[in-house]
């Protein structure tokens, strides 16, 4: 998957309401990020990358990009 699917997937997949994110964008800035998109995140990445995410993982991160890094860059195609 290139990062920018994964970007447009995940949004779609936790119903954020703006379809134009980049990698950049801050997790807190998007309308109706909360505890649901949280577990909705986690889901989305056990089942693209089967792997196992913790809350206390995703409170680390900020925007895109650092869940990009969370997961493992090399599970990315390149752009």
Do not use: H, W
Not at 12 to 22: D, G, V
Not at 66 to 77: A, M, R, Y
Request: glycine content about 2%.
């Amino acid at each position: 998957m290139k990062k920018n699917e994964f970007v447009s997937q995940l949004s779609e997949f936790c119903e954020f309401e703006n379809e134009n994110f980049t990698l950049e964008t801050l997790f807190k800035s998007i309308n109706g990020y909360d505890s649901l998109a949280v577990m909705s995140i986690i889901a989305f990445v056990d089942e693209n990358f089967k792997m196992s995410l913790t809350a206390s993982q995703l409170n680390k991160i900020t925007d895109f990009n650092s869940l990009v890094e969370l997961i493992g860059k090399d599970k990315f195609e390149d752009e």
